[in-house]
């Protein structure tokens, strides 16, 4: 068989063929793509606030003219001319995008008058694109003033048929009026949204005060303003560093009001919840709570929402506060929520990076600026236009007569009236164009007033085009009609802000409760056992276990820890890489079956061992010790955790955690894997909330084994195999310097080399 003839110049001479080391071929093409990502997919632009998709939607519907007065248009023919001009990444994206700008519930501003299914604050879907239509709002028309009158830049569509813009005119600071969100390569985005009236008023601010620090804007802009309205419960300090740095975080809280409902009775109405925060979910999330009764304050919650928010929580009794029931519910629910704050965005020069609000706030006050001098001359070079052509008229006006002549028996009159009146060939095709009805001396009139007026005009244009104060101040007057416009949007979640203007969210301090003293409070205090198998099972037996041997486990499993307590306790478990877990002793599953995984209730690997379970126990102190040797003494206090990832206390190494004894007496005596024991005060212990310890005893190999601790008038003891307790009379000399070696154990000692069986 012939071999196929390649022609010249394809892949068979190995011109297509690159010879270049594999990490930097794929150094050179993650650094594009991440570098495309950034700018052309995740983050927006400190002067439109807009990604790219939402940009060429806007500027799709501009060319397809769904002004705020006219008609709506298919969403499914807005996403095909998207598509279809600049953004071929598939339609779904485009309008996902399309209804992020006209959901009232996720935009400050709306920039989409969507009408149809657009979904809800309940999180779900809107309808296809084939059903729903759009038109855009009186905002996004701010967003696009100028933008036929070469206001800003523009590029080469993907295709190269078509140009679209760089950015927006973007009359007002849409970036941080709408707020951001994006994950980039790298690094991400998010930006909450703020009140636009306060903007503006920034921007006025920073106008007529350049030296304005963040503390002024902030008289202007107090905080967010979210669309879902909710009650900002961030200190004054918190926000300033947020805006100062562009990094921070923004606590918010649902809205909520008491309702009496007789007897002595009343619910709790929540009308407002948090920014992004799904109803249903909350409602989800609440009556979890109320079944794995972790929300021991809270009876019952209904969904009574109608075009409005309306969640309705009962209390467990009337005896309960509605403040410590909110409280509660702050800590455990999405009633309260953080909003994190990373103004990332795109500069000028399509640059990521960090800006404060005052930073952000200039950028977009240069970029008005910008578009104010472009559109100005773009009116000046219009301007000189059509003056030029007026000239030409007043002078065929003044030469009536010979214009007539020369157009009525010259052969080449165009020709003839330039050399007649040194006159250019726009001007010549002007009087040539000219009606004879237009001849009349009132149109004369006509001509000499409107280019007196156009003088006039291009004179102020040239004068302001020289003046940095005149431009500056255009912007301001531009920004005060801006802020005019975007006053006469009006929501139903409006109410006063600390700024005297309308805004959706308030600003509150959060009120000191003790939740967990009511928590307690309405625990009833019972005598409980708490069984923890060898596999982490975990139940409460009520009473006391009087024959551990009847208790019934999985197949495969057995008991691990049994432990007295109390309902009202807080059960601590140290475990092998350090760190303390708490658990409710009032949350723990019954007896009656086998119980639930205790990692389902914390967040614990499988590779780490629980070595110690107790009740907690005020006051007392607890002796930590690693398999490498080092230990100190920690309050018990310390060890409690309110997160489900615990709380580290003891640095261990891969050898992990030796023990956790309650520090009893005033001697302690260790013994390591080779089976020498040291004994020395305890008080050479120092007391930390967590660290490392210092070292206790010195080891050539293996490491930390058992310890104990004893008073010296008891005098030291251990527990034999058969559980009975042997006195160690000659104890005294073993005793040593801290860090020693020690000395091999008694005779009659346990071969486990342990003081108490495991």
Known sequence: MNKPVLPPGGPGDGDRILDEPLSEALSKRYLAY??????????PDVRDGLKPVHRRVLHAMNNMRLNPEGAARKCAKVVGEVMGNFHPHGDQSIYDALVRLAQDFAQRVPLVDGQGNFGNIDGDNPAAMRYT??????????????????AVDFKPSYDGQDEEPVVLPSGFPNLLANGSSGIAVGMATSIPPHNPAELIDACLLLLSRPEATTADILERVPGPDFPTG???????ESLLETYETGRGGVRTRAKWEKEDTGRGTYQIVVTEIPYQV??????????DLIDSKKAALLGDVRDESAEDIRLVLEPKTRNVEPEVLMESLFKLSALESRFPVNINVLDARGTPGVMGIKQALVAFLAHRRDVLTRRARNRLSKIEARLHILDGLLIAYLNLDEVIRIVRYEDEPKKKLMEAFSLSELQADAILNTRLRQLAKLEEMEIRREHAELVEERDGIMAM?????????????????VRAVLLKIKHPLDKPRPTGTLGRSVFEDAPVVDAEAALEAMIVREPITIILSDRGWIRAAKGKVEDPSELKFKEGDKLGFLVPAETTDKLLLFTSDGRFFTLPCSNLPSARGHGEPVRMMIELDDKVKIIDVFPFKAGRKRFLASKQGYGFLLPEE???ANRKAGKQVLTVDAAGAAFCLE??????????????????????????????????????????????????????FWIDTAGRRRDWVEWREWIGRRAGAGKLSPKGFPTSKRFRPK
């Open 465 to 481: 085009l020289a003046s940095d104060k005149l431009q500056w101040d255009l912007v301001g007057t531009g920004l005060r009609q």
């Open 34 to 43: 991440a570098l495309s990502t950034i700018g052309s997919r995740a983050l």
């Open 230 to 236: 909710g009650v900002i419960v961030e200190s004054r």
């Open 133 to 150: 239509e759009c038109k855009m709002t009186a905002a996004a028309m701010l967003l696009l003033d100028g933008i036929d009158e070469d």
């Open 638 to 640: 310390e060890a409690l």
């Open 278 to 287: 799904k109803k249903s979910d909350l409602v989800e999330q609440l009556a």
């Open 663 to 716: 520090a009893v007496g005033d001697q302690l005596a260790v013994i390591g894997d080779n089976g020498k024991i040291l004994i020395f005060p305890l008080e050479e212990l120092p007391e930390m909330p967590r660290g490392k310890g210092v070292k206790l005893q010195a080891y050539r190999e293996g490491g930390l084994r058992d310890a104990i601790s004893f008073n010296t008038d008891v005098g030291a």
